[in-house]
């Protein structure tokens, strides 16, 4: 399944002001990821890097939608039985409200619609917070990357899920 395909009919959650909806990403979504992606990450990704996932088969490039305001993405990308997650943030004034780990569930829905067996993604050593919300969903640490990350330098972790087939019918 091409993430995308049935997205904006998608899932949402009932806030005081107003739903979330996740959908797949579209190019006037770029301008709003690349300041949550920049405020984020001190080595963001560049807007490039964001338009080239738009409407590639092999990515789930998704957004938190809030009464027309990009709140948080989640980039995923597969080839054959493997997936990675390479980015997920959410904006400084949307966090703790449970969007991060709703993107991370569409995410994985995604690749495992794709039949994808494992997930992995890196994370920070010192993201107690997201290694937490990993470990909720069943990712397991299997290595580790010495100073991966630039700015500041630190670890990764390395995580892993494996995905449990869906079942036929």
Request: proline share 5%.
């Amino acid at each position: 399944m091409r993430m995308g395909e049935g997205m904006d009919a998608s899932i949402t959650s009932e806030r005081p002001s107003a739903p979330c909806v996740l959908r797949a990403a579209r190019a006037e979504d770029v301008d709003a990821v690349l300041e949550i992606e920049r405020a984020a990450f001190g080595d963001p990704w560049s807007r490039s890097a964001f338009v080239d996932l738009i409407g590639d088969p092999r990515v789930a490039f998704i957004v938190a939608d809030i009464a027309g305001d990009v709140r948080g993405y989640i980039v995923a990308w597969y080839v054959l039985d493997e997936g990675e997650i390479g980015n997920l943030a959410v904006h400084d004034s949307a966090r703790r409200q449970g969007i991060g780990a709703r993107l991370l569930d569409g995410a994985i829905a995604a690749v495992r619609a794709s039949d994808v067996d494992s997930l992995y993604l890196e994370v920070r050593d010192s993201n107690a917070a997201a290694r937490a919300l990993y470990a909720s969903r069943g990712f397991a640490e299997v290595g580790r990357r010495r100073e991966y990350y630039r700015r500041p330098k630190e670890d990764a972790l390395v995580l892993r899920l494996d995905l449990e087939p869906i079942p036929p019918g």
